[in-house]
């Protein structure tokens, strides 16, 4: 099995499915070949899905015997390859899809140099201690750094998983952070300083934004799901997998 599919796991990803396909027929075209657990269709510029199986072997005989054939009849060819590998997540979550577990919170650990989140920095009006319990004085941004410090947030400590990080490009000039959140957070958990959106010295965008994801998974849904995305100025959206920087000489 080539290096071209991705490392063995129990869940697949399949690209070159036809206009027309749902979570149905994606189920109904793979539940032959093992016990599915969870599916899912992306639309975008072109239409992928998800499957995973219950076990290693049953992904990986699809991706042996699957890969490159004639699924739907007068279509073509699908492509078919291991999803990106999800850590120690992958493959549990009791049918509720990869890594469910992070999905629940869009936060965790603050990416280096991302952006700061949605709190202002403070200036919150506060409520002269109506509403907030007892000595209810702090404000929300107190909260969410005792939550940081008790390590109850997904994320803890560790450095983004490999994988995670997405590029956006071709954005308008009058992207902002939170704009650039609303179009990536449906995808997945995205930590409080995971969107960065780049601007210049008058504070228009650049065109480009930063998008860590918790789970490489999601960032691969946000990926087949936007990417080639028509927008009305005639351009098209980009949006692929960060770079990394290379090592120094």
Known sequence: MGDDVGEPHNTIFVTGLPEGTD??????AFEA???IKWHRVMRGAKIAGLVQYSSIEEATYVVENLNGSILYEGHSP???RFANKTGPSAGKGGGKGPGAQQRSSPYGQPAAGGWSGFSGGGGRPGNN?????????????ELLMDLKSHNKLPGGDAPPEPNS???VGSLPFDTTNEDVY?????FGAIPPRGVKALTNPDGSCKGVAFVNYLDPLHAQLAIETLHGHPMPNG?????????????PP
């Open 129 to 141: 201690g109506k509403g907030g319990g007892k000595g209810g004085k702090a404000g929300a941004r």
């Open 78 to 80: 699908v492509t078919i």
């Open 23 to 28: 979570d149905d027929t994606l189920k109904g």
């Open 182 to 186: 609303e179009m990536f957070a449906p």
């Open 33 to 35: 070949y093992g016990q």
């Open 165 to 167: 990080e997405v590029f």
């Open 235 to 247: 351009r098209t959206l980009e949006v692929k997998l960060k770079t990394p920087k290379a090592a």
